[in-house]
């Protein structure tokens, strides 16, 4: 057998080579990294990635909780087990210790995309925290590798816009009634990029408006981001309102979750108030009406309601039975609640007969009414003048009257003188 004789220093040196070798398989069996992309090459290893998803509220406002998620996958082909993420947070944030440390467990190999695991920390920022960026670091571990630091996240920081606004009103009825209760219904949206907390919506309610079985102002406890919801009240308008259009003022007061207060003033919404039109109407004067004769007719037209009476004209309905000798219609104008005004028609009737008065106008919100009344009138014949002492007697009568006493007067002298 022959011996073989190698130097120690060869054999030490060949010694070293296969330690290296040795060790570098180790770590390529179980070594785990962070990256940033998906690198497909990575194969017979794990190869962990962490990567931000998202932040909940963006930004954040200091004093608020947030809410970070994180997807960690397995881009290599091998798993790797006992996987765990550990939040390192600084300044301005704070996480409780309960929240710090979340175990993911084992990841299959390619165990990524829609099948990576999501991760959740919840977070408070300092309320003396400057609006901007500020990164956060987080680290991980798996069973066979140590804890590797990863400081590459951000976090906004910053306020929001937090404005609500109404964005429907529904009146039940729609146009309200004097006199009458009535509903309310206002939709609140959130617009903002926050939740909006104790909101306070106010009627600044007038003297034509009271709050009925309620008061004045609704209380919502939270809408969130982007949502809605509704206020609503019970009103009771003024019995002597007139019909109109009224303006309701409204205030709204609310806070974002940090406690900062926003209040919205100066805005209002329209609501409507009418009453049907009530009008009249009855003939008047002292001459009365006779058969066969023109007269002088005049009607006075009376508005007995609430609501103001605009480009209000007459017209008085032709008939057999008399005629209209004057023109058929009148433009009478404006008539406000508890006003009347007159028109008068030249008429001759031919049998005794009631009069018919079409009117056209328009209410106060400008809504069109044609309307007809029937106005009743006594038309008189010349025996119930004079039956009635209603006819004052001419003058050429009492001459004949006052003729035929003298002539008996006369002629009851001269048979006196005779005898």
Do not use: C
């Not at 765990?84 to 309960?98: A, G, I, K, N, Q």
């Not at 710090?100 to 165990?111: I, M, P, Y």
């Not at 809408?223 to 303006?247: E, H, M, N």
């Not at 974002?256 to 039109?277: A, H, K, M």
């Amino acid at each position: 057998m022959t011996k073989l004789n190698i130097p120690p220093a060869a054999v030490f040196a060949a010694l070293s080579v296969f330690l290296v070798f040795i060790a570098a398989a180790a770590v390529l069996t179980n070594a785990t990294a962070v990256s940033a992309g998906t690198d497909d090459s990575v194969s017979d290893s794990a190869f962990v990635t962490i990567s931000f998803v998202n932040q909940d509220p963006e930004p954040v406002m200091p004093g608020e909780r947030l809410e970070l998620k994180f997807k960690v996958e397995n881009i290599g082909t091998m798993p790797a087990d006992g996987v765990t993420v550990e939040l390192l947070p600084r300044f301005p944030f704070s996480v409780d210790e309960s929240e710090k440390t979340k175990s993911v467990g084992n990841l299959f190999g390619r165990q990524k995309g829609k099948d990576a695991v999501i991760v959740r920390f919840f977070l408070t920022i300092d309320v003396a925290a400057g609006s901007g960026i500020n990164p956060i670091a987080l680290r991980y571990k798996t069973a066979s590798q140590g804890w590797t630091v990863v400081d590459s996240f951000n976090v906004s920081v910053g306020r929001r816009d937090l404005p609500l606004a109404v964005t429907s009103v529904v009146a039940k009825p729609e146009t309200m009634v004097p006199g009458k209760p009535s509903s309310l219904e206002l939709e609140v949206t959130n617009i903002g990029t926050g939740d909006a907390v104790n909101v306070r919506v106010r009627l600044n309610l007038t003297d034509t408006f009271s709050a009925y079985g309620s008061t004045n102002e609704a209380i919502i406890p939270l809408i969130k981001q982007k949502g809605t919801s509704k206020a609503a009240f019970s009103v009771i308008t003024s019995p002597d309102a007139k019909s109109a259009l009224y303006r309701m003022p409204l205030l709204i007061t609310y806070s974002d979750t940090s406690g900062r207060n926003y209040t919205i003033s100066g805005q209002s919404f329209g609501i409507l108030v009418s009453s049907e039109p009530q009008l009249a109407a009855a003939a008047i004067g002292s001459d009365p009406l006779k058969l066969n004769a023109k007269r002088k007719v005049t009607i006075e037209i009376i508005n007995s309601g609430l609501s103001d009476v605009k480009f209000l004209s007459s017209a008085l309905a032709k008939s057999e039975n008399y005629e209209i000798l004057s023109p058929e219609s009148a433009y009478v104008g404006d008539l406000d609640s508890g006003d009347s005004e007159t028109v008068s028609y030249d008429v001759f009737f031919k049998k005794p007969a009631q009069l018919t008065l079409s009117l056209e106008y328009r209410d106060a919100l400008n809504e069109p009414h044609q309307q007809t009344i029937t106005v009743p009138v006594r038309v008189y014949t010349t025996s119930e003048l004079g039956k009635f002492g209603l006819e004052k007697s001419n003058g050429k009568g009492i001459l004949i009257t006052v003729a035929i006493v003298v002539v008996g007067v006369l002629a009851y002298r001269k048979l006196r003188k005779k005898k």
